[in-house]
């Protein structure tokens, strides 16, 4: 069996050590912010999705497997150490779903990883003025992220603020739409805008899924909804306009 064909054990090891402490660092920081557990524990997912995106972009193995593996081991652990060190008692459907939860992440991390790699497309300059759904949905993954870290661990830097809310939120498009700029071979600037925008309404669709299942009336407000999309739009292409022009700048000066 081929090297890209076979399952590095090593990247999963790394995998599930990188998982576990990222996820529990997100947990900790954010629980101690916020002084509850369902959105720390809501936080503490990325790092799962982060792991595979390592594992995707750095692996040379069969990186899906390797992430979703990866995923489901620390998942375990993660609740584990929730169980004995944070005192969360977890119902029994959430420990049979623990596993499958941190497959799916992985799983889901490891194709942006792949993506932002360029495994799954090749890079050409005929397809420079392509659009790939491909990259539009990585993107969308990598902005939604961005935005969630970015916005709540330096959220107690700027007291809450709204204009530092704001801040966060148009550095996470600008980091977002830079690595498609600089990595994706299609029409960088096309693919940013749109997965900044549905990054808004994947993250306004979570948000009012978990008030609505607190028992939150919670509803989103169009004025707020449309802000968000300027800012996406924006700074989306911004960032993805520099990345490009660096992308191309090293194509020439390797040509």
């Known amino acids: 069996m081929s090297k890209e064909n076979s399952i590095n054990w090593k ?99 490891a194709w ?15 397809m420079s003025l392509v659009v790939f759904p491909g990259w539009i949905i990585a993107g969308t993954v990598f902005a939604y992220i961005s935005n969630n870290l970015l916005v709540f661990l330096t959220a107690p830097l700027f007291d809450y603020s709204d204009l530092g809310v704001r801040v966060s939120y148009s550095i996470s498009f600008l980091i977002a739409s830079f690595v498609i700029g600089y990595k994706s071979p299609g029409t960088t600037v096309v693919e940013s805008v749109i997965a900044g925008v549905f990054a808004v309404m994947l993250s306004n669709f979570v948000l009012f899924v978990n008030l609505y299942m607190r028992g939150s009336s919670f509803a989103p407000q169009f004025e707020l909804v449309a802000t968000d999309v300027l800012y ?20 020439r000066i390797s040509s």
Do not use: C
């Open 11 to 109: 990247w999963v090891g790394a995998g599930t050590v990188v998982a576990v402490v990222l996820s529990n660092i997100l947990f900790f920081v954010t629980k101690e912010t916020f002084g509850t557990f369902y959105l720390p524990a809501f936080l503490a997912l990325f790092g799962f999705v982060v792991m595979g995106v390592i594992i995707g972009y750095f692996s040379d193995g069969v990186t899906i497997k390797e992430a979703a593996i990866a995923g489901a081991i620390s998942m375990v652990l993660t609740v584990l150490v929730w169980r004995f060190v944070f005192d969360y008692y977890p119902p029994v459907g959430q420990l049979v779903l623990a596993p499958v939860l941190g497959f799916v992440l992985g799983l889901v991390g």
């Open 112 to 126: 942006v990883g792949e993506e932002m790699q360029g495994s799954l497309e090749e890079n050409d300059k005929a």
């Open 232 to 251: 996406a739009v924006l700074f989306s292409f911004v960032g993805a306009y520099v990345g490009e022009k660096i992308q191309h700048s090293k194509k």
